[in-house]
């Protein structure tokens, strides 16, 4: 097997030895997708038990994603990676079962770090010639794992946040079923009633509600949630707030929704005192439940430092709130978190970065800011580190991102940082491109974390 030498690694997909971002790597990756990395040993290198779980992406993250495991995680560490091809020709190519494999592979090895994906609409179908509309990775993925998705700020001193009194993390948990998100809506032409029924399956009495009865054209809707999925993101969100030390809040409109909404109050509730408030009560952080619109008002009058649970339409929204609050989505990571609190996905929490992944189809340099990427790569490291009891890993992923943060507070960053920084008439010498930002960070953790 033949070293690449982009990256310093051997991969083998399909008996094929192939650089991951290459068209090969997609067309080779038609069988499960699968590779294995190996680097080679070092006495310098962190070595790992057990491997992860690296699912590829597209267009200038999947450029960026290269360069990250090149210079940034395989010249530090000696690690087993299973690697999953989901760049969007792969996924046609095997009819996204490259998808459902990976996420099983998840499953499997505990960890998973994910590149962004793009999730293809007209457009993109006209573009790569696709057979179908194929659905969002991410969605496939969070049904298998079952998981919640946390959202969690990137705090650096020197950019500017919307909300200054932030000084600490706010993380949002969104419990990504059901709701808006798969209810049935419908319209009325005319006037008529509204009825909703529900049948049970061992053959009792059906029961009906009058939901309205209009008198002229409208709209109507039917939505859903389940106890068995209400419980899997409790557990998620109080699981998260424990490895992370915070306070967790629910927010609700129990006060309208009264058993809609009462019914995530009352399992939240039921499960704490069962499950956690030991936990809680011996890490000295606490579980509270408020409105919605408390809850809102609360968390701009606060400095941080605490997990927000929030049902799937509050989450969507209350999530970019908070990145715009922070300063910017390139500085936003994306933790997907099983209900067994051992598997996790980590990803960026922005998208493919279309707009500089055509000009760098032109040959064009571009400024694309890698930090979540980064901290995808640092944030999946450190569970590995957890679940294998790994110091020098656990301490590697806490100085890479150090490495990070401490490059841009120096003045070193990317032009999207640089606008946050300077606004929208920087110069070309307050920005650094792509790989010499990394090249910053490399040289940063280089000169104060390496091992000598």
Known sequence: MASVKATGMMMRVAGRTVRPSTTAALASAQTRGIARTATALSAKKIAVKNPVVDLDGDEMTRIIWDHIKSKLILPYVDLDIEYFDLGLPSRDATDDQITIDAAHAILEHNVGIKCATITPDEQRMDEFKLKKMWKSPNGTIRNILKGTVFREPIVISNIPRIVPGWTKPIVVGRHAFGDQYKATDFMANGPGKFEMSFKPADGG????????????????????????????????????????????????????????????????????????????EARGIT??????????????????????????????????????????????????????????????????????????????????????????????????????????????????????????????????????????????????????????????????????
């Open 205 to 280: 009495e059906t029961q009906s509600w009058e939901v309205y009865d209009f008198e002229g054209a409208g709209v109507g809707m039917a939505m859903y949630n389940t106890d068995e999925s209400i419980r899997a993101f409790a557990r998620s969100c109080m699981n998260y707030s424990l490895s992370k030390g915070w306070d967790l809040f629910l927010s609700t409109k129990n006060t309208i929704l009264k058993v809609y909404d009462g019914r995530f109050k009352d399992i939240f509730q039921e499960i704490y005192e069962d499950e956690y408030q030991e936990q809680f």
């Open 287 to 452: 579980y509270t439940h408020r409105l919605i619109d408390d809850m809102v008002a609360q968390s701009l009058k606060s400095a941080g430092g605490f997990v927000w649970a929030c049902k799937n339409y509050d989450g969507d929204v209350q999530s970019d709130i908070v990145a715009q609050g922070y300063g910017s989505l390139g500085l936003m990571t994306s933790v997907l978190l099983a209900p067994d609190g051992r598997t996790v996905e980590s990803e960026a929490a922005h998208g493919t970065v279309t707009r500089h992944w055509r000009e760098y189809q032109k040959g064009n340099k571009t400024s694309t800011n890698p930090i979540a990427s980064i901290f995808a790569w640092t944030r999946g490291l450190q569970h590995r580190a957890k679940l294998d009891d790994n110091k020098p890993l656990r301490v590697f992923t806490n100085n890479l991102e150090k490495a990070v943060i401490e490059t841009v507070e120096a003045g070193h960053m990317t032009k999207d940082l640089a606008i946050c920084v300077h606004g929208w008439n920087v110069t070309e010498d307050q920005y650094l491109m792509t790989e010499a930002f990394m090249d910053e960070i490399k040289n940063t953790y280089d000169a104060k974390y390496a091992p000598k």
